[in-house]
């Protein structure tokens, strides 16, 4: 069982499957943080030109064919295939606290305030445009089911994440540095977790924000092997006790070595972790 490197904002986390290995995580969380900038990951200013076929902070994905996996990652990550997808739309952020409080006050989300600890961003003063953490794959399929939408898959995740031309992380195939994810400690401005949208350097090719670091992503789909064959829209719905897909990595230390693209992270739908957090898709109404 490897045991991951201390940080200064590291919480207990036993359990997560990588590569069919359980990780152990440690130590604790530190509570002095930077002075919070102004959020405008979905603000006018920065969303992209006008696209009725999506909501306002949504970024369409036109839909198309590119290779899922990586031939030089992990064994789960092969054989790499060809996928093609519809048109979808998907966030351009991870969802905020103040996005999911709204769901809160609607009644059709709910709090884990009995669970939480130092580390969520839930009920933190001045955490209102951080990813929401602390959610299970329970909770964030609930909060894109309330908007109209859904979580996206795993085929949707990766193309939105690296595009057609098999680059290894979101921004290309430069090295991963601090001003391009929040994987680095307080290296990268933040100890935890960062308002999303703090690393623009790190987009996306369709500028999506926060694809590697800051909370690791749930997918919809179950964990399944990948097969040989082209494949159309793969959907992997799995059952209730499936292990279910996250992608993208966190804000800890072991995101440094986690951050690329075609990385897959298997865990069971009802963990709960200050890495976890979620982004939604929708279908793009063309």
Not at 3 to 23: E, K, N, T
Not at 61 to 79: H, K, Q, S
Not at 235 to 261: F, I, M, N
Request: proline fraction near 8%; glycine fraction near 10%.
């Amino acid at each position: 069982m490897p045991v991951l490197p201390r940080s200064p904002c590291l919480p207990v986390l036993i359990g997560l499957a990588l590569v069919g290995q359980p990780l152990v995580f440690q130590s604790g969380c530190a509570s002095s943080r930077p002075k919070e900038p102004k959020a405008e990951a979905v603000s006018a200013a920065t969303r992209p030109p006008a696209q009725s076929a999506c909501a306002l902070n949504q970024v369409l994905i036109p839909g198309g064919t590119f290779l899922m996996g990586a031939d030089d990652g992990d064994a789960d990550e092969r054989p790499v295939h060809q996928v093609t997808l519809l048109p979808y739309c998907i966030d351009k952020t991870e969802v905020t606290v103040a996005a999911y409080r709204a769901c809160v006050q609607a009644g059709e989300c709910r709090t884990r305030e009995d669970e939480c600890n130092q580390y969520c961003t839930w009920g933190r003063e001045g955490f209102d445009q951080h990813p929401i953490n602390f959610v299970d794959w329970y909770d964030a399929n609930a909060y894109c089911k309330w908007t109209g939408g859904r979580l996206p898959s795993e085929a949707e995740w990766e193309y939105a994440a690296r595009g057609n031309d098999g680059r290894r992380y979101p921004w290309g195939n430069q090295a991963l540095t601090p001003d391009r994810a929040n994987t680095f400690g307080d290296e990268d401005g933040w100890e935890c977790t960062a308002p999303v949208g703090s690393y623009p350097q790190g987009a996306s090719p369709f500028g999506l924000l926060d694809m590697a670091g800051n909370v690791a992503e749930w997918t919809a789909d179950s964990y399944e092997e990948y097969g040989p064959d082209p494949v159309t829209n793969p959907q992997h719905p799995g059952t209730d006790k499936s292990r279910r897909v996250l992608r993208g990595e966190s804000w800890s230390d072991y995101g440094r070595v986690r951050a690329r693209a075609a990385e897959r992270f298997r865990t069971s739908p009802g963990n709960l972790s200050s890495f976890f957090g979620f982004r939604c898709a929708s279908a793009a109404k063309m």
